[in-house]
């Protein structure tokens, strides 16, 4: 039988091959595999070979192998003699080679350890494999070998959601799992190739080799809820419960738990083994494709049994993961499914919150300062701290009274905390309450739906059909954003009069409000894994260390449109809302077709070609404007001219940009200077909480998280700095009682903390980040950050624009009505579809 030579010779297939022989394909590297069953004529000239490594080895039963330049052994050998008849015979026969064996990360216990770490010297897969590295290490062999010590495999039918159900299946089997590590097999297939394409690196020893992440079972298994055999119907929900519990029995108060590193600490308070697979792809200087086993793995594979865990077809798992996840960015994990979610605050939270505003009441107050406490710019009075404190109790406990009027054992005795009987109930009108608010609040459909690795919360109110056909009504997709402090709350004055504004309207809005990642019922991302080497969190998203960033919440917030069946649709927002629905609309234009504004920092105007327009003028003539200090355009003719002459510097500005055609921007007005002049002062003087935010958010976090009278001072200040008009007291607490009983008010400072350094004037100035869709803005006065219509205009494509004589930084919460008018004739005017 002839046999001719190939580059590589897999000892074994199986699951391996599903991955290395593409990619020695796509290579053009020579290849043969090798399987115990008799193969087809097709199988036979595609490379496979019958043979079986027989015990003891025989030069007879190597003749069917071709020569190869790199032998991969896929099987594990745990014969000594079978390893050194193996290496000789086959070299006698064909020369010297190279030597690689795939083996187990399950020969080193508990601990940290490297590629040179001692190993269980009793394994008798270990033992082998160092057999195969000292026989190529003796001074007269001219063989080379390595072993590659693989973490967790998983890919095709081969996935973590598999293995969870398993391992997982009883709670007491859950409660002593503690770290994993894991390994794609498009990375094991891409560790082969960078041995075989060696000449000496990596050679000689053995290597760890995964995703250089620690992960916890506990949070893996939460997140992918397997099916479990004794609760087949409710297992996502039984998983959720088992990890919530086996934390609340040990103590723990985050996932995933930290990395031991000292004598003691085990499980199940710390995670017992780390390794560090970063060795071998450091050496080669590249790192694993697949980073992360959250966002690579396909979590929707339910395998019937373990057995059909080793096969599946690479071509239906690219299929799989096609369709799965085409619009890019990490896996979403499961099936986009929507679950109705009821946003009532349990009664527990409500009085645990009133406990620790009676606790902290009963504290001496701060003392009123003689001057600076009667100056807003100097943060929140102490006026305005005492009655939002003195109200917050009487709001809470409003309207939680039974039928009989009669007050409740826990509000009789108030005198001790400087509260009175008669005063305990709040005063006013009737939805000048919790109970009221709560109601409000559910009165809207609420639900949660699992996005990558965000389990996130969203109102969804439809529109109704139009009662007949031929009205020209259309009904427009609108997904509201929401920025800081703000949440979903903020908008829920708006969601009903946009949906359902009445016959006559030709504009109707299915409202879609979502929570930001981390902010009140949205969670945080989840899927966090420890480094090997730092201990530190890391994450799977794009920013520092898999951060999330707004790029990562502009594709969830895509995602969540396109799973509510929305091929096209419209986005509103604010403050950070605003830096996702620029992103989002730069990143899916495809969807996202028209975009209405309130918030829109920039750094000057821009110079347009004639008859080109702004998206065709080059961008080193728009952005010319911009090489003048920001201060300049609040003076007249920029400050060049005193004076009567800087007026008639402005009269001639304006004709140039008349004869311009537009292409020179008309000057500010005064009123746009003199609100400009506001919005610097802001950036002086009122911002310095996203600094703070932004450099320090645990620190601060710690502190609002001591006491709810802090919470209440951080967003209290704000709530009264930043509107036209003092908002009700109800509103603010309302804001606040969210914030606190969710307990989300630290991780909504953490956004800040991968802020771009330029600035979101900068970032929107950027020509890069030009929103070329049909946009509408509008213009509320005692906005924080208030810019001229052409300086807007330097940053969208402005086919809408509207001053309003009153509102602030709130709009939908301040001044709904003029928000909702402002909407839907923005919309009705430049929805293009």
Request: glycine share 8%; charged share 25%; aromatic share 12%.
């Given at each position: 039988m002839v046999v001719h030579p190939v580059d590589v010779l897999l000892l074994g297939s199986g699951w391996t091959s599903s991955f290395l022989l593409p990619l020695l394909v796509r290579e053009r590297i020579s290849y043969a595999y090798t399987s115990r069953s008799t193969p087809t004529d097709d199988e036979r000239r595609r490379g496979k070979i019958q043979f079986e490594l027989t015990d003891p080895v025989t030069s007879e039963s190597l003749k069917s192998l071709p020569p190869a330049k790199t032998i991969l052994i896929v099987f594990p050998i745990k014969s000594l003699d079978q390893v050194h008849d193996l290496v000789e015979l086959y070299e006698k026969q064909h020369g010297p080679t190279r030597w690689i064996q795939l083996g187990s990360t399950g020969i080193w216990?508990?601990?940290?350890?490297?590629?040179?770490?001692?190993?269980?010297?009793?394994?008798?897969?270990?033992?082998?494999?160092?057999?195969?590295l000292d026989l190529t290490r003796s001074p007269t062999s001219r063989s080379r070998s390595a072993v590659l010590n693989l973490a967790g495999l998983y890919g095709d039918q081969r996935q973590p959601v598999n293995f969870a159900a398993r391992v997982g299946a009883q709670k007491d089997m859950l409660a002593v799992k503690g770290s994993v590590h894991f390994v794609h097999g498009r990375d094991v297939a891409r560790a082969v190739l960078l041995l075989h394409q060696s000449k000496s690196s990596g050679w000689g020893q053995r290597w760890i080799v995964?995703?250089?992440?620690?992960?916890?079972?506990?949070?893996?298994?939460?997140?992918?809820?397997?099916?479990?055999?004794?609760?087949?119907?409710?297992?996502g929900e039984v998983a959720e419960t088992w990890v919530r519990e086996l934390m609340q029995e040990n103590n723990i108060h985050a996932l995933p738990r930290p990395l031991a590193h000292k004598q003691g600490q085990g499980l199940p308070r710390f995670l017992e083994r780390s390794l560090d697979g970063m060795e071998f792809w450091d050496l080669f200087r590249t790192r694993p494709e697949a980073d992360s086993a959250y966002k690579w793995a396909d979590h929707n594979v339910r395998s019937k049994s373990a057995a059909d865990d080793a096969n599946g077809s690479s071509k239906e798992w690219s299929e799989k993961r096609s369709s799965i996840n085409g619009s890019g960015g990490p896996r979403s994990g499961p099936t986009f499914r929507p679950v109705p979610f009821d946003p009532t605050i349990p009664q527990e939270h409500i009085q645990a919150l009133i406990e620790r505003l009676e606790h902290d009441i009963k504290r001496p107050m701060p003392i009123e300062a003689e001057f600076e406490g009667d100056y807003e710019r100097f943060g929140l009075t102490h006026a305005k701290f005492l009655e939002l404190k003195d109200a917050w109790i009487p709001f809470l406990r409003s309207g939680a009274d039974n039928d009989s009027g009669q007050q409740s054992d826990q509000l009789v005795d108030t005198s001790e905390i400087g509260i009175s009987t008669a005063s305990s109930r709040r005063r006013g009108p009737d939805h000048d309450t919790w109970a009221a608010e709560q109601a409000h609040i559910s009165s809207f459909s609420h639900y949660k739906v699992q996005i990558e690795d965000v389990d996130l919360h969203f109102i969804h109110e439809r529109a109704n059909p139009p009662p007949a056909p031929g009205l020209g009504i259309k009904i427009i997709p609108l997904l509201l954003l929401h920025g800081w402090p703000g949440s979903f709350h903020e908008f829920l004055n708006v969601i009903k009069p946009l949906a359902h504004p009445g016959t006559l309207a030709k504009v109707h809005f299915d409202v879609v409000v979502p929570s930001h990642p981390g902010y009140l019922f949205s969670s945080r991302p989840r899927n966090t894994a420890r480094d090997a080497r730092t201990g530190k969190v890391v994450g799977q998203h794009s920013g520092p260390n898999g951060d999330l960033l707004v790029a990562d919440v502009a594709r969830i917030m895509d995602k969540l449109m396109q799973g509510l069946g929305y091929r096209h649709y419209a986005v509103q927002a604010g403050d950070w809302g605003a830096a996702v629905l620029r992103r989002m609309a730069i990143k899916y234009p495809q969807r996202v077709k028209a975009v209405h504004l309130n918030f829109c920092p920039s750094i000057a105007p821009a110079l347009t070609v004639p008859l080109l327009g702004r998206r065709f003028t080059p961008d080193w003539i728009a952005t010319l404007p911009q090489r003048v200090p920001r201060d300049r355009y609040m003076e007249p003719s920029l400050g060049l001219l005193p004076g009567k002459l800087g007026k008639a510097g402005d009269w001639a500005w304006k004709a140039a940009s008349l004869l311009s055609l537009g292409g020179i921007p008309s000057p500010p007005s005064s009123q746009e200077r003199l609100r400009m002049q506001r919005g610097s002062e802001f950036v002086a003087t009122g911002s310095a909480y996203a600094a703070m935010h932004a450099t320090k958010p645990s620190t601060l976090?710690?502190?609002?998280?001591?006491?709810?009278?802090?919470?209440?001072?951080?967003?209290?200040?704000?709530?009264?700095?930043?509107?036209?008009?003092?908002p009700s007291i109800s509103t603010i607490l309302s804001s606040l009682t969210l914030y606190e009983t969710t307990q989300t008010l630290p991780r909504s400072f953490y956004p800040y903390r991968n802020r771009d350094p330029r600035g979101p004037s900068a970032i929107a100035s950027d020509p890069s980040n030009y929103i070329s869709q049909p946009t509408g803005f509008s213009n509320f006065p005692l906005e924080i950050i208030p810019v001229p219509k052409s300086f807007v205009q330097a940053t969208v494509n402005l086919q809408w624009y509207s001053a309003k004589s009153r509102g602030g930084h709130f709009a939908a919460m301040e001044e709904p009505r003029l928000f909702v008018e402002d909407v839907a004739d923005c919309f009705a005017e430049i929805w293009p579809l």
């Open positions: 216990g508990s601990g940290h350890h490297t590629s040179s770490s001692p190993f269980d010297r009793n394994n008798a897969r270990a033992i082998c494999e160092q057999r195969l995964s995703d250089g992440k620690v992960y916890d079972w506990w949070q893996l298994f939460r997140f992918l809820k397997p099916r479990l055999p004794d609760h087949p119907d409710d297992s976090g710690l502190v609002v998280s001591g006491s709810p009278l802090s919470s209440l001072a951080w967003i209290g200040e704000k709530m009264y700095a930043w509107t036209d008009r003092d």
